[in-house]
């Protein structure tokens, strides 16, 4: 069975940094990209950035591009996300996603973590 | 940037009625590349159905979907009283990877 969770949320001041992780396992890790999504309180979704299982791809939203840098510890089963240079509207839940296997898009998920909140305030 | 328009942004039913959830792309999307999730209160999304129309694993056959090019449609055959919850569209055709607004699908 499938299992994320995200861990390294909490309040961080505008300008400020954060790095949030996700450790997945029941799947082939290594071959599989990574996504992260993020909820504000009362909204919408929000993808973030994706990377392959090879870390050869990446990609970002235009609203994170040049903060925010999602990487991976294929040994540890890990996923990151470091973000710098936060903003209020960075506050949300994140949650990483799986890929779902056998698509040929990174961008199609099938199992999500429970999800990390992230608030940004001074 | 696809823009996903959907609508509306609240459907008031009944149990046993039938939805009909609508998402408009800005642009065509790539291959029908097209899901819906399904977010309940204080829960993660589940996906649905990707590819436009293809049921995800365990997901009801009274959920289907249709569509190509701009215009996508969910629909719930006959609601149960735990298919009320709201509804996002996503786009994972092209990069970024975009999500609609989302529809809420409440009780009436």
């Known amino acids: 069975e499938v299992h994320l969770v995200e861990s390294g949320g909490g309040l961080a001041q505008p300008g400020g940094s954060l790095r949030l992780s996700c450790a997945a396992s029941?799947?082939?890790?290594?071959?599989?990209?990574m996504n992260w999504v993020r909820q504000a309180p009362g909204k919408g979704l929000e993808w973030v950035s994706v990377i392959s299982g090879n870390t050869f791809d990446i990609k970002y939203a235009d609203s994170v591009k040049g903060r925010f840098s999602i990487s991976r510890d294929n040994s540890k089963n890990t996923l990151y996300l470091q973000m710098n240079s936060l903003r209020a509207e960075d506050s949300a839940v994140y949650y990483c996603?799986?890929?779902?296997?056998?698509?040929?898009?990174?961008?199609?998920?099938?199992?999500w973590g429970q999800g990390i909140l992230v608030t940004v305030s001074s | 940037e696809i823009v996903l328009t959907q609508s509306p942004v609240t459907l008031s039913l009944s149990p046993g009625e039938r939805a009909t959830l609508s998402c408009r792309a800005s642009?065509?999307?790539?291959?029908?590349?097209l899901a819906w999730h399904q977010q309940k209160p204080g829960q993660t999304p589940r996906l649905l159905i990707y590819?436009?129309?293809i049921r995800a694993t365990g997901i009801p056959d009274r959920f289907s979907g249709s569509g190509s090019g701009t215009d996508f449609t969910l629909t719930i055959s006959r609601l149960e009283p735990e298919d009320f919850a709201v509804y996002y569209c996503q786009q994972y055709g092209s990069s970024p990877y975009t999500f609609g607004q989302g529809t809420k699908l409440e009780i009436k």
């Open positions: 642009q065509s999307v790539s291959r029908s590349y």
């Open positions: 590819g436009s129309s």
């Open positions: 996603a799986k890929k779902r296997d056998g698509s040929d898009s990174m961008g199609l998920f099938d199992s």
């Open positions: 029941g799947f082939t890790f290594s071959g599989c990209a």
